[in-house]
């Protein structure tokens, strides 16, 4: 509003113009020709173009540090209240009237406080449990992660899973008698809470993160700048990082080794001390220091989540002051465009993206209706666990005795409780069509490699594509291992931007959207970290669905007052528009009336309901891998896929108070399912110990993973070990999959090896340089009994085109096979000239439903086409890739000819892939597995639901999980995904749903 407008006399003189000018015929020209009017997507089309566009995360935009409350009170007061070293404290409180310290640091901690702490470290699953079943249910439900009661502090402190030792404690004549036996097995059963022991978000875990703070006083040199920068630059080998590293390295010593103090003996106290032991001035320069390696990746942590979180308060800032000023200049130049935009705002559309670990379709779909075969499937398969052990090869069972007594229960008939999975009932029945009948996990089935996958719609290689085959790999042109397990997971998003990878964050970036809990979130405008909340959840079950629950419920009291406001604004505009142009001082002050409404409206906007919110939820995997993944804990009612109905039923039931469920699509995807193991074994000590006692020397072996169970890995980012001068680096996936990465290509280091170099492996202390080894035969025999089959390149692969070679044993015999695509088309034959086996393309799934008659013709069909009439001479005569995969969709293996077919489009995709049997589990402690190629892991879940689903929606009989991001994004702009293009790497499935 213009000075002018505040005299009574000038407002006369400037109305009686502006009236004049309304009675022109161009002031009147079709509204419907702009964007506001008429479209769904109009008020967003506004914010991308004429608003959030403007805006320039200018670090000038506001200086003044009152604005920040902690916890209620002034920065200054909250910092004095932190249990901070007196020095740091006062160096702190001295630095706080200077704005570009203070303003970073008070929204940093700002973030930290108010979204991390502040609500009760109640168990609400449970709580909700003993509201809604009797004691003597509860007792029966008993398991390693379920204990009727309240729990001793210790328990709390420790975790929720696992043997509680006041359970072992409790008088035995309180128990049933599977129970006590149960107990007594699980005494020593480990999970990864037992081993992270997790992290607090206390005064103490703040005061480190000020603590670091302080000591980055020049956080990256942005503070100076006139904008925020758009990303964030990691640290590097420049002489300035390094001196910044020698700096904070001390500070970071002290704070373990204050926290080490007060831990408990174990796994976990263990690794800190030997962290702290590598800052011996004797330790400093040896390769991987992982004192430094800690260093590095708290100083990247901090830095980038309080550039993150800066960037977060400028551009809210911005776009509130930027939403304000357009809403002024349209109410002034065009008060119907403004009307049709509050409209618009009033009737968008919203998108909630779940993304949950380890989340298997026909599992659910089994616990839900028991007439289906997988739970009877699955139990067969823990009453023939034993069936499976090698005879010849080495194994140990893992520690923890998987409880399946719930299984068993299901297994004999129908078990009817409304109070178990009610949300997923509800799914089932109401939009079975719109959740796959069976869904997609890329090969591997695992979360690294998945969970981007399900987040952004990218595949894994071409152009944007995520780069991140596995979960561990080597870069041969950097010669710089990978393995996600440890501080190596603050790489992934560095790697996903060094592909140019598209998140929905960024692709909605002039929307409101939340991230709860999920990884690649840079342009999200609320963020609650995953890493802090894996660390969290440890200590307190429920933490990050608590928070993320309550950040959406604060948000629907607004979005309530913002729907109600708009629609005032909307009818006192009208009104305005029909006060008569001479009765000037009403229709100023009216005026005054809306311009004052808003301003108080654009403040509320970027409060309200968020456009897009994405939810990730681990801990069904979690806890799959330590307890089996059908094991009391997770199937139960006490379980975590009870759990997980829960939560999502409450998160449902916040959007339904905001009044704008009506106008919400969800959609959910699991990035994999999981299988158990009865038997594990280490195959790096199975082929190369016996075959270095068959060649007599010694093969150079390098691991860099952890087998699953164990602890995380620190690999120093700045000074990591190279992987020349080895024969071969090997690394462990989730218990299911193996990568060995030779390197004697005869196209050099850098070139992955193919077929023909592998028969004629040359180790490095081999005595004579004809003395080569046919390391595929080795390693098949070594592992007949237990390897399902391996995969290697048959030939050098690329992005459009590819040959690999399928070699295992079926009863006893070697099968060799080859799958090869060619763009679109696909031949999968066997070099023996008779019909392939290893992939099981012509058995029907015992997990499934029998196919009717009609689905047995379609598939003989498809059969006789793809495997009997394909000639390798005439590509014209292969099936593509649509007809394999609806082929495949009645077998085990679902899209197991697509997925071998693509598993080397990304050069860094290791050498060999071993699969493990069924049952069987390579390097790991625990009854859990994925990553493999049996059923249970391949069968991710995928499905939509909400009220825009018409009722004519196509029924979804075998999807990718990779398109649940295109399909919401789809939903929510307008704008056509096409695969292949802007980054999408798979379909939307929009078209499916007939939106209502």
Request: charged share 25%; glycine share 8%.
């Amino acid at each position: 509003m213009d000075i002018c407008a505040k005299s009574y006399w000038c407002g006369l003189g400037k109305w009686a113009l502006v009236s004049v000018s309304l009675l022109s015929s161009s002031a009147w020209a079709d509204i419907g020709d702009t964007p506001v009017i008429g479209g769904v997507f109009n008020a967003s089309e506004i914010m991308r173009d004429q608003i959030v566009s403007s805006l320039s995360y200018s670090t000038k935009l506001t200086r003044d540090v009152a604005l920040f409350t902690i916890g209620g009170v002034s920065l200054d007061a909250y910092i004095l209240t932190l249990p901070l070293d007196k020095k740091v404290k006062a160096r702190v409180i001295a630095q706080l009237s200077d704005p570009t310290y203070a303003i970073p640091l008070g929204h940093f901690l700002y973030s930290f406080y108010g979204r991390y702490t502040g609500l009760s470290s109640e168990d609400e699953f449970k709580q909700h449990l003993a509201s809604v079943y009797d004691e003597e249910q509860l007792k029966q439900f008993e398991h390693s992660l379920y204990h009727f009661g309240t729990e001793p502090e210790k328990d709390k402190a420790s975790g929720a899973a696992g043997a509680k030792q006041s359970e072992l404690d409790e008088p035995e004549s309180s128990k049933p008698d599977l129970i006590k036996q149960e107990l007594a097995k699980q005494a020593s059963v480990k999970h990864q809470s037992g081993q992270a022991q997790g992290i607090k978000a206390d005064r103490h875990f703040i005061s480190s993160m000020v603590t670091i703070y302080d000591a980055l006083v020049d956080i990256g040199m942005w503070q100076d700048m006139d904008a925020v920068p758009a990303k964030y630059t990691y640290l590097t080998q420049s002489s300035a990082d390094l001196l910044l590293v020698e700096k904070i390295q001390p500070i970071i010593i002290d704070i373990m080794s204050e926290a080490a103090g007060g831990m408990d003996e174990g796994e976990m106290k263990a690794s800190m001390l030997a962290i702290i032991a590598d800052n011996k001035p004797e330790n400093r320069d040896k390769v991987n220091n992982k004192a430094q390696a800690l260093t590095i990746t708290l100083i990247d942590f901090v830095r980038l989540n309080v550039l993150k979180a800066y960037r977060q308060f400028v551009f809210k800032t911005e776009r509130e002051q930027a939403l304000n000023a357009w809403m002024q200049d349209t109410f002034d130049d065009n008060s119907d465009g403004l009307i049709g935009f509050l409209q618009s705002q009033q009737t968008r559309r919203y998108s909630v993206q779940v993304t949950v670990d380890g989340l298997q379709q026909s599992l659910v779909e089994g616990l839900v209706d028991q007439s289906r075969p997988f739970i009877h499937k699955a139990y067969q398969l823990h009453q023939e666990g034993a069936t499976v052990k090698p005879k010849t090869e080495v194994t140990q069972e893992p520690e923890h005795r998987q409880q399946v007594k719930f299984m068993a229960e299901l297994a004999k008939g129908e078990y009817s409780d409304t109070n178990y999975l009610p949300f997923f009932k509800r799914l089932y029945r109401q939009h079975s069509e719109s959740v796959t009948q069976v869904g997609i996990s890329s090969t591997p089935t695992i979360s690294v490699r998945n969970l981007p996958i399900i987040k952004t719609g990218a595949k894994v290689s071409g152009d944007r594509g995520t780069g991140i085959p596995n979960f561990h790999f080597v870069d041969r042109q950097d010669d710089r291992a990978y393995y996600f397990f440890g501080n190596d997971a603050l790489q992934l998003d560095r790697l996903m931007e060094s592909h140019g990878v598209r998140t929905m964050f960024d692709r909605l970036a002039y929307l409101i959207t939340l991230n709860c809990n999920g990884q690649y979130d840079w342009n999200a405008h609320t963020s609650y970290d995953g890493l802090v909340n894996l660390g969290f959840g440890e200590v307190q079950r429920d933490y990050g669905e608590k928070r993320c629950n309550r950040e959406l419920q604060e948000r629907a009291k607004v979005e309530v007052k913002l729907r109600k406001d708009r629609a005032e604004l909307i009818e006192d505009i009208r009104g305005y528009q029909g006060i008569f142009f001479l009765d000037v001082f009403t229709k100023l002050t009216k005026k005054w009336k809306i311009e004052n409404a808003i301003s108080e409206l654009a403040k509320l906007d970027g409060k309200g309901m968020p456009d897009h919110t994405l939810i990730y939820n681990p801990w069904p995997d979690h806890f799959a891998h330590f307890t089996g993944p059908f094991s009391d804990e997770i199937i139960m009612p006490t379980g975590e896929l009870n759990r997980l109905d829960y939560w999502l039923g409450q998160t449902e039931q916040v959007y339904k108070n905001a009044g704008i469920y009506s106008q919400t699509l969800w959609g959910m995807a699991g990035d994999h399912g999981l299988s158990p193991v009865f038997y594990a074994l280490n195959p790096e000590k199975q082929v190369f110990d016996r075959l270095s006692k068959k060649l007599g020397y010694s093969l150079l072996v390098k691991k860099i993973s952890s087998d699953e169970g164990e602890g995380p890995k620190i690999t120093n980012a700045l000074n990591y070990a190279s992987n020349k001068g080895i024969d071969v680096v090997v690394a462990s996936t989730a218990g299911g999959n193996m990568m060995m990465d030779f390197f004697n290509a005869k196209a050099g280091w850098e070139a992955q090896p193919v077929y023909e170099d592998l028969i004629h492996w040359l180790p490095i202390n081999a005595l004579k340089s004809e003395d080569t080894v046919d390391i595929v035969t080795e390693t098949t025999n070594s592992l007949s009994e237990s390897l399902d089959y391996m995969v290697l390149r048959q030939r050098p692969c690329r992005v459009d085109g590819c040959q690999v070679r399928l070699i295992g044993h079926r009863d006893g015999v070697r099968h060799d096979e080859l799958v090869e695509r060619r763009g679109d088309k696909l031949l999968y034959t066997s070099l023996k000239g008779e019909a392939p086996e290893l992939l099981d393309v012509q058995k029907l799934n015992p997990y499934r439903q029998l196919p009717s008659q009609a689905e047995m013709e379609h598939f003989s069909e498809l059969k006789n086409v793809c495997i009997t009439q394909a000639k390798a001479e005439d590509v014209n005569s292969w099936c593509s890739v649509e007809q394999w995969r609806d082929l495949t969709r009645f077998t085990p293996r679902p899209d197991s000819v697509n997925q071998l077919a693509r598993l080397y489009d990304e050069a860094r995709a290791g050498t060999i892939n071993l699969f493990p049997k069924t049952g069987i589990g390579y390097n790991t402690k625990v009854p859990g597995r994925h990553a493999g190629e049996s059923f249970p892991e391949k069968d991710a879940f995928i499905g939509f639901w909400g009220t825009p689903i018409g009722p004519n929606a196509s029924t979804f009989k075998i999807e990718e999980n990779g398109s649940l991001a295109p399909t919401l994004y789809e939903f929510l702009t307008g704008e056509q995904v096409i695969p292949g293009e802007n980054g999408w790497g798979y379909p939307s499935l929009l078209n499916k749903l007939d939106i209502q």
